[in-house]
Structures are given as structure tokens and as C-alpha cells.
């Protein structure tokens, strides 16, 4: 006999129903938040395109150097001060901040299938270092090891400058910190309460696969308010016990 999954769905428990719901809303509390006031978005200006390649993949790899005066400038540092500290036991004592996007697949003048990412530096900084070879040299090797530390890959340092592009793929916008944030942070209870009190509750949908005979999984489909759609989609799968 035939089950309509209408029915099943229509009969489940209301309480495991609104488990569920809580449970997903903690999930994605963070995108359902209102904006971050210690962050900004920023559609930051083309720069330089360096070319190099993943060691690992052997996959063509673009790093988009550009600029944008929302990021801070690192500390002011002469030529002669800057080789020191390279060739001291410590060179990372020298931050330069930047903003490290995500990585997008983009085309080359061969029409094969390659890597971007994009960094984001202080566009007085980025002048200088157009102008001086040792700091240029010296942000491409510290974009080199932020995106290797974020994203864990390994890029070949033989890079080489495209003269005739200053950026491959389209430009994004980047979400920037305002206020560096503490390195251990408490996130108390009545924060928790106060940020679900805040959000809005999403419309979904709850089915159940396959939608005929025993039901095996039950797949929630929810629309979150205020984020907007991408290609990126989450499936939840509870396996059911029905009596």
C-alpha cells in the first residue's frame, strides 16, 4: 500500500519538528544576523595579476593583488630596515594587513580552467610597492603564504607579473574587519537567546524520501531571510523511525 508523503509529514511530531528548526537556526545564526558593526564591505580596485602554480594539483594559479584605502596601511618601514628583518630569526614580526578572499575558477588566455584568488591590500602601500622591487617582491611573498595558510595549499615561488592584465575574473565585493577581534572570545547564554530572539524565522518545508512506501530520510528546505542566493546549497538528512 501506498503512503502519501503529505500525510507523513503532516502526522510527524510538532516538538521533533521544532527541534529541527532550532537546530538548523543555530547553524546559521551567523549569516541571519544583522550586519557586523565591526566589519565593512568594500569593492576594492585592480591592481596586479601574478601567475604561478599549486605544487601539489600542478594547476595554474592567479593571485589578484589589489587595493582599496579601507585597509590599513602596515607600519612604516625603510628598505634598509625591511632587508634586516628578513634576514632576522623572526621576519613575520612585520604585519602587513590585507583581506583574503575566496577562490573563484576563471578561464586564461588559453581558455583552460584555472585558480584566482583575490588579496586586498591599502592602495598607498600597494603605489610603493609598485615602485620599489624589494617590496614588491615582499607582498607577493606574504600573499603567497596567507592564502597558503588559509586555504592549506602550497604555491610554487616562481611567480611571474602579468604586464597586460591587472586582474583575471570580475571583481568582488570583500567583507573587512573594522576592530581586530580578541584571539579567545566568550559568547555568553543570554547572547545566544538575544541573537534567536532577533532573528527571523524562516519559511521551509519539510519532506521525506522516498516520497512512497518507507520513508528513509527527511529533507528540510529553508528559506533564509536575509541571505542571498548562491550556487552553495546545504542539505540536512535525519533518518526517520515512524511506528
Known sequence: ME???SLLVSEMDQLKQEELYQQLLMQTI???QAPNPDSRVIRPEPGMCVKTVSLHEKQKVFVNICQSPAV??????????LLELLQSDDPTAYRVPMSLGEPHTELD????GCIAYDVVINNEFFQKCQKDPLFLQF???VSFEGLENKYTLELSREWKVLKNRKFLGSISEQNIRTKSKPAIQEISKEDTQAALAQAKRPEFCLLVEPPVGDPQYLIAEIQLPGVPFTDTSLSVLTRLSLY
Open 109 to 112: 588566455n588559453n581558455c583552460q
Open 3 to 5: 503512503t502519501d508523503s
Open 72 to 81: 590599513p596601511p602596515p607600519p612604516h618601514i625603510s628598505n634598509e630596515e
Open 30 to 32: 551567523g549569516g541571519m
Open 139 to 141: 607582498v607577493i611573498a
